[in-house]
């Protein structure tokens, strides 16, 4: 039902992008469109002082010398002058239009994209970044308002510019007319020159270029410490500088050897327009009968060449504008096509707090091996069970299934016998406290941030969930206490300290079932022992009753306890039962026992030797602590 979904909203790359652009704007569209009319009659408007200027010139050539028989100029003046005010007036009001739509258009964009990633699968923002997804957001709406706005309005004064110009110049004098054109048809030749084929070429390999250059900048900013630790400066920067060349190089070729000269033919015969007219009048003047009338026709044509280079300018600069929403448009449409957690239309409610993973298989788009293959396991309702095993065995995926972060391929992960897909998302997110992996708190207070679990705990309940956390030692450290802002000065956090708040979350939320990944992967001994005794807090529930529990570990001494231990090996469930069964049975959890006492052992040892040395080489807490918990 996913896919389905993500498919019907992928989108319609085939559709015009300024179409599928507006289509964010609703009914507001239809102002995109009045605003592009009136941008186009305001730039036929000003055709008018142009119009009234000729008027003028061709009564003054027939009264000349004798100047005051040319009466009418003050009326021209008048006209021209009201011609340039209804042409700015229009303007303003076609662009107030664009406006409009634009903002519409842009907001829609953004409430459109937040709200369908509010109901997108939790995996997707696992493999997309928060920061990558804020920019398509925010950046994608920002760069096509400049389009709706300005651009799209200016083409159509341009498209009514250039039409209105054709029809005026075959008005008068046709052949002064086609003189003219000649510049914009060889400015016209030389962008077609620029733009199509090896032009073209150039331009592919000039972006992808930029690309790269992007991307090695952004990787050796992002490696800095790495490559001063193992003193790689020069090697990690040849990548970025090698990249920076290739681009400089391009760039220069591409603007040196293919633009520049048909850029400066074309910005020479646009802007030398008049020039074209001298010739052809001199060739035809001797044919005229009526030279006066001539004169007024060539001071016509002389001045309005001079609104070509504008014409031409505008369209130029339309293409950029045009890539750049076509991409913005393309960006935020994958982000409306990222799948949806479907709710179903008659939700079932699970019997209990019972997991159980039936013949399930998960792979993950574009990996062609699966995950998680044909996995079996129960989870009882009240009981903790562990999953270990090998790195990449599985046990983060199968934990991500419960809560949904992704949906099973095939077979069905059950909540008190309901599939989770069956069930009410909010019931299930209700029913389900996920403790993350990595560091997923708010740059808020620390109360707002364990209070995100329960909007409505007071602040005596969040500070019990602390207590019960062990985190009292890190609000007491705290500038502000709990009400500091987490990320600024003086509020830094260890990663096991940041776990110990994000467990006082889960402890506020009391769910009666608990999903652990990865809870003591970044927690230092001292850290460990806490985390283990806000665990015990959080497995029993605030009433005492326990809560079910399904945990992601790698420390074994941490499982043993557990009531059953599932050991997923590439993907598949190779093992499970208890420690005393799974030691017994001398698999694959009977050798990573052994690997891991024999570590253990290794430690204390190294520990005790420490010990017995002169003062100053004391043994590292963390192999002492580490030794005796096992
Ligand atoms: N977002 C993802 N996209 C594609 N493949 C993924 C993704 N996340 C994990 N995998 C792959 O799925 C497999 C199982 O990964 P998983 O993280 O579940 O293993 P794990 O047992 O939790 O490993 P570890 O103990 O190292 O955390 C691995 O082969 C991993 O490379």
Redesign the pocket.
Known sequence: MEGQAAADARPNKTAHPVGRLLAFAGPRRALTYLGCVLSAISMLVSFGPYVCIWFAARDLIAAAPNWDAATDIATYGWWALGFAIASIALYFIGLMCTHLAAFRCASNMRKRATEHLMHAGL?YF??HASGALRRVVDGCALETEGLLAHKLPDTAGSIAMIAGMFALFFVFDWRLGVACLVPVVVSLACMFYMMGGRGMDFMTRYMESLVKMNKTGTEYVRGIPVVKVFQQTVYSFRAFHDAIEEFTVLAQDYAVKWCQTPQALSLTVISAAAAFLVPVAVLLAPGETDLAHFAANFAFYAIFSAVIPTAMTRVMFMSDAFQSATDAVNRVEEVLAAPVIEAPLSPRTPADNAIRFNDVTFT????G?P?LDHVSFDVPAGATVALV??????????A?LVPRFWDADSGHVLVGGTDVRDMDPADLMGRVAFVF?ANRLFSQSILENVRAARPDATREQVMAALEAAQCSDIIAKLPNGVDTVYGTDGSHLSGGEAQRLMLARAILKDAPIVVLD?ATAFADPENEVKIQAAFKRLARGRDGSPRTVLM?A?RLSTVRNADKIVV?NE?CAAEQGTHEELLAAGGLYARMWADYEKAVSWRITSAEQSSKEPKGTEPHRAERVEGSVA
């Open positions: 995996g696992d493999t993950y788009e574009g990996s091996e995950a095993g090998p790195s990449g065995g599985g046990k983060t995926t199968a991500s992996q990865e992601v790698h997923l993907g």
